[in-house]
């Protein structure tokens, strides 16, 4: 698991470089996950939106991003089947 903040800039922020926001998450495995180094799901939270993304290849990892809602909607189904 990573133990490091991830920080990303604000989407209400310029793309000029000047002053902005910066926002941080922490990224958690999946506790599906193996106890060890195994690849694996992470996945961090944002008020609005779920990130998940594949920890072997971390910071390079392309990110998928869900609506809260609709990662709400995938965990109930998932914990239905």
């Known amino acids: 698991m ?8 604000s989407s209400h922020s310029d793309s000029q470089g000047g002053a902005c926001l910066e926002v941080a998450h ?8 193996g106890d060890f180094d195994d690849p694996c799901v992470e996945g961090t939270t944002c008020p609005h939106t779920t990130h998940v993304r594949d920890s072997k290849l971390g910071a390079r ?15 109930a189904h998932a914990r239905s089947v």
């Open 61 to 75: 990892s392309p990110r998928l991003a869900v609506a809260a809602s609709a990662w709400a909607a995938f965990v």
């Open 26 to 33: 922490t990224w958690r495995k999946s506790s599906r996950s």
């Open 2 to 9: 990573s133990e490091s903040l991830a920080w990303f800039k």
